[in-house]
């Protein structure tokens, strides 16, 4: 009896449809290659002139951006080591909510290094090893790279310095104005110990229309429709907040009515109006003057709230309607009725305003220390309104990450290079085969310059010397020429300028958790040497439309 032997080598071993790719296959480089091709996408966004890219995702909505957090989120990567990269960006966006894209262009730009050491002959776990000890000296020098720092968290003109440079990689040419608005939004709401700062407390609105110059803070809450009553105004008034209908609830049960006369017919529905008065006079009564509600009004309801002088207004937002209880101090409640005292709100200006066309309702405390500030954003469409509140979104992060570190290292691509000298001239006294994976990793930090200059359309390769002729210099003689980055504007010509005269500075924290999260995403990929597949769940797919439906 002869023995019968399995075609391929695992197939009595898995289900049938998994798929393998070994390490004799090049998994390793198959997945560099995939990373690489995610890097590269989003590496011409990176900086003030990045390119847009428009995303139109699985609903047909566009989305126009540079922001490498929003187009990963928008683009569905299946490839299991590209996706590593994509969680990467999306932790450094929970944990500082900027420098995305530079953890996934590091990030990529590693992984290309270490597959020409692959080529050369080195085994991933040396390159592995190389790129953690190149991490740490990374994380070491860059402590000693810091020109300057948030010294007064209240002050305007410190909080603008910092968060400039981050709006100007979203906003060319509008940094000045948004960073002082961002400011100007964040002071209003900022605790007395600033560490318990809450980035949800700056809201946004957008409004079509009208310039950026336009845009202002609102201390309080805006909401974008108008309050549904003939009242529109409302000040120093007690506020109840109703999660359920405003309105009597429907019985579950069917009857039929039978009328005998025209007076019965008169008198059928009063029962329902006098249970809609009493309710809305027992609101009276409580001292309420104004009703959030967060689902449907009903008509009978309206009448009377209408008639007993109360401002109603509709807020669907579950979210939005969690924000207005803490600023009006209220318990949303989930029945209709009076409230308990402790559970009314008190607000002291409900105002109907009209910014360009539309009309939006302001809720305001008086008080200095407001509870949440907005900021109304006008703009010419709705995608540039988007990618200018992704720019306010990200300075306000940044406000969040001052308040943990407030050290500033010089932007431009000046830390870079100065990291890659340093790394490089570390690598260069290493012994045995680690040296040559912490040299890759010094030149890995080009990338970022690189990218800078070739986005404002210079000749990357003489501005890239020109830097490292600046930056070599002070590893010579303690000057301070390693503060010299890229000059997008090309000013003097050369292509270079000093990074801490022209205030463009970044933030210490997010640098050293974009180069944490690059390198572990990079490390994380290279020591894997094996992905099995399954099969996907599911049956076989649904047919698709067909074409000739209507011929017989």
Same mark, same amino acid.
């Given at each position: ?10 197939? +009595? ?71 590593? $990269? ?178 019965? $017919? ?66 949303? $409640? ?132 020109? $830097? ?26 050369? +292509? ?57």
């Amino acid at each position: 009896m002869s023995l019968t032997i399995p075609n391929a080598p695992n197939a +009595g071993l898995f289900k049938p449809g998994y798929q393998n790719y070994d390490a004799e296959d090049g998994a390793v480089i198959r997945n560099i290659d995939a990373c690489r091709t995610i890097a590269s996408t989003v590496q011409t966004s990176l900086g003030p002139y990045g390119r847009n890219k428009i995303v139109i995702n699985h609903l047909a909505k566009m989305i126009l951006t540079s922001d490498a957090a929003t187009i990963l989120r928008e683009l569905e990567v299946v490839h299991p080591a590209a996706k590593l $990269l994509v969680m990467a960006s999306q932790q450094q966006e929970a944990e500082m909510g900027d420098a995305t894209n530079m953890v996934i262009v590091l990030a990529g730009e590693l992984l290309k290094k270490a597959e020409e050491l692959i080529r050369m002959g080195l085994k991933t776990s040396d390159i592995v090893q190389g790129y953690e000890k190149a991490q740490n000296q990374a994380l070491k020098i860059l402590e000693d790279l810091e020109i300057d720092k948030v010294t007064d968290l209240r002050s305007q003109e410190e909080l603008s310095k910092a968060i400039r440079t981050v709006i100007a990689s979203k906003q060319s040419g509008n940094e000045d104005l948004l960073a002082d608005l961002v400011a100007e939004a964040v002071l209003a709401v900022l605790p007395k110990d600033p560490i318990n700062f809450n980035v949800d407390n700056v809201r946004v609105v957008k409004i079509m229309g009208g310039s950026l110059e336009q845009s202002r803070v609102v201390k309080g809450m805006v909401f974008g429709r108008e309050p549904e009553g003939n009242v529109k105004k409302a000040k120093k008034a007690k506020v109840g907040v109703y999660t359920c209908p405003v309105d009597i609830s429907q019985t579950e049960t069917k009857g039929t009515v039978l009328l005998h006369n025209s007076k019965e $017919l008169l008198d059928f529905t009063k029962g329902e109006e006098t249970q809609v008065e009493a309710i809305v006079k027992e609101l009276y009564d409580s001292g309420i003057r104004v009703v959030i509600a967060g689902s449907t009004v009903g008509e009978l309801a309206m009448h009377y709230l209408n008639r007993f002088g109360i401002l109603i207004i509709k807020i669907l937002s579950k979210f939005e309607l969690r924000r207005l209880c803490r600023v009006v101090g209220a318990t949303p $409640l989930a029945r209709l009725g009076a409230p308990m005292p402790d559970e009314m709100g008190s607000i002291d200006i409900v105002e109907t305003l009209e910014i360009g066309g539309d009309r939006v309702t302001v809720f305001r405390q008086e008080n200095d220390l407001t509870r949440t500030a907005t900021l109304i954003l006008r703009g010419a469409t709705q995608n540039h309104l988007d990618d200018v509140e992704r720019a306010v979104d990200d300075g306000v992060n940044v406000v969040k990450a001052i308040t943990k570190d407030p050290r500033l290292v010089p932007g431009a691509g000046a830390t870079e290079m100065q990291l890659a000298e340093r790394i490089g001239a570390i690598g260069e006294k290493t012994p045995g085969l680690a040296q040559y994976a912490i040299k890759k990793y010094a030149e890995a930090f080009e990338v970022i310059p690189r990218t800078l200059a070739e986005s404002a359309g210079l000749d990357a390769t003489e501005v890239l010397s020109r $830097l490292y002729s600046a930056h070599a210099s002070k590893a010579e003689e303690d000057d301070e020429d390693w503060t010299v980055g890229v000059d997008i504007e090309n000013e003097d010509g050369t +292509g270079t300028l000093d990074a801490a005269d022209e205030g463009i500075l970044d933030l210490l924290v997010a640098k050293s958790w974009a180069i944490k999260l690059a390198t572990e995403a990079a490390r994380t990929v290279l020591s894997v040497d094996q992905i099995i597949v399954a099969r996907q769940a599911g049956g076989p797919k649904p047919p698709g439309p067909n074409a000739n439906w209507d011929e017989d």
